[in-house]
C-alpha cells in the first residue's frame, strides 16, 4: 500500500532554514501528484506547496519565495526547502499524494487519499 514517511522537521529561530523530506513507497513514484500541506494549532489544514506528475509547481502565496519543492524520482522522495522561515510558518507538516487532483492553493487537502504522519515545525522568535 501506499506510505508516507516525513522528516527533517525540528525548532529553528526566525530567519532560519530546514528541510523536509517525505519517503514514498508503494505506487510508482512520479505518477502521482505529491504535496505539502500544514496544520497550525487551532487553525485548519492549508496547502503549501504540489508538484504535479507533469512537473507543474503551484505554491501557497505565504510561502512564495522562500519554500521550495522538489523531488527526487530515483529515490522516490519529495522535499520541501524553507527559508526565511516565520514564527507563522509554525505547524506540523504533512505530506500528501493522490493519482488525480493537485490543488493546493486555498486547499485543506480533502480530496488527497493518501498521508504521511507529519513532522512538526516550531519557529520562535
Known amino acids: 500500500q501506499v506510505q508516507l514517511v516525513e522528516s527533517g522537521g525540528g525548532s529553528v529561530q526566525s530567519g532560519g532554514s530546514l528541510r523536509l523530506s517525505c519517503a514514498a513507497s508503494?505506487?510508482?513514484?512520479?505518477?502521482?501528484?505529491m504535496a505539502w500541506f500544514r496544520q497550525a494549532p487551532g487553525k485548519e489544514r492549508e496547502g503549501v506547496a504540489a508538484?504535479?506528475?507533469?512537473?507543474?509547481?503551484s505554491y501557497a502565496d505565504s510561502v512564495k519565495g522562500r519554500f521550495t519543492i522538489s523531488q527526487d524520482n530515483a529515490k522516490n522522495t519529495l522535499y520541501l526547502q524553507m527559508n526565511s522561515l516565520k514564527p507563522e510558518d509554525t505547524a506540523m507538516y504533512y505530506c500528501?499524494?493522490?493519482?488525480?487532483?493537485?490543488?493546493?492553493?486555498?486547499?485543506?487537502?480533502?480530496?488527497?487519499?493518501?498521508w504521511g504522519q507529519g513532522t512538526q515545525v516550531t519557529v520562535s522568535s
Open positions: 500528501a499524494a493522490d493519482p488525480f487532483g493537485c490543488t493546493v492553493v486555498e486547499s485543506d487537502g480533502y480530496e488527497y487519499n493518501y
Open positions: 508538484i504535479d506528475s507533469d512537473g507543474s509547481i
Open positions: 508503494g505506487y510508482t513514484y512520479g505518477s502521482f501528484c
